[in-house]
């Protein structure tokens, strides 16, 4: 009796209650494909398992189509926070594959030994300013984020790359007082910025270049100043609980060589700004 899929199938099922758990409302952990039986085949047929980083679920679900069709091979995948990612990670000490917003969220877990390969920049992540159309609080600058009376909506600075980052920026203008009193929400992940500024509330958020991309007719973009914000890394990382070692080196093989040019179609930037 083969039972590598029942197994797969449990810890997909332990996952999905962590993230319950970890995330509260949080984004839901999910596996590629619409349709229910096909999902449940996929999972019976899975032989990788991926943690990835919520903001990255577009160019990595066409990805992972794509090592499908071409390899036979199936990737089940969680999308969450990156802090959500790596508790479940550490609880369940299962997976194969790592896919966080940002290079320092795999570094971290490196000093624990959990990473066993990995392959980077398969793109950039990028903080900028985002705001409802026609800029109405007047923001030019990443210093107007402290202004009196500005409402802010920003990304977690512990659970999300570009939170984390953005609030070493903060810190460096040393402008973190007034970006507290400013803070309207703090949301989980970086797509409810996004969404929570189109409905209407807060004068400006911070997100990823690739959000305002996809979200450029319903909002402006406010770039920052890259000398005070260098762009980080996106890797892709193989992880040493992995029992799939060839299937996990090859997988980053294939992101290698073909991650820069999906994620440039949803608006990431793959080269060194």
Do not use: W
């Not at 990304?155 to 939170?163: F, H, V, W």
Request: aromatic fraction near 8%; proline fraction near 7%; hydrophobic fraction near 35%.
């Amino acid at each position: 009796m083969n039972i590598k899929p029942i197994r797969h199938l449990l810890v997909l099922l332990l996952v999905l209650i962590m993230s319950a758990q970890l995330a509260g409302c949080g984004e839901q952990a999910e596996s590629p494909g619409e349709d229910p039986a096909a999902k449940q085949t996929n999972k019976d047929q899975a032989e990788l398992f991926a943690y990835v980083g919520a903001n990255l679920k577009e160019p990595v679900v066409e990805l992972v189509t794509k090592y499908e069709q071409e390899t036979g091979n199936k990737v089940e995948m969680t999308f969450n926070n990156t802090g959500v990612l790596i508790n479940q990670m550490e609880t369940t000490k299962h997976g194969d594959i790592y896919m966080p917003g940002g290079i320092s969220y795999m570094k971290s877990i490196q000093e624990k030994g959990y990473i066993a390969d990995y392959v980077s920049p398969i793109a950039y992540h990028t903080p900028v300013i985002v705001v409802p159309k026609g800029n109405p609080a007047n923001i030019h600058s990443i210093n107007d984020l402290a202004g009196p009376g500005v409402k802010l909506v920003l990304p977690d600075k512990e659970a999300t790359a570009i939170g984390r980052t953005v609030y070493k920026v903060f810190a460096k203008l040393g402008i973190e007082e007034e970006i507290e009193k400013n803070t309207l929400t703090v949301v989980e992940t970086v797509p409810k910025v996004l969404s929570t500024l189109t409905m209407g509330q807060g004068d400006a958020g911070i997100a990823e270049y690739s959000n305002y991309y996809k979200n450029r007719d319903k909002l402006d973009l406010v770039e920052i100043d890259p000398e005070i914000n260098p762009p980080e890394e996106i890797p892709c990382a193989s992880l040493t609980f992995s029992e799939n070692n060839e299937l996990a080196a090859g997988f980053l093989d294939f992101m290698q060589e073909n991650g820069p040019e999906v994620f440039a179609k949803y608006g990431f930037k793959t080269e060194q700004p």
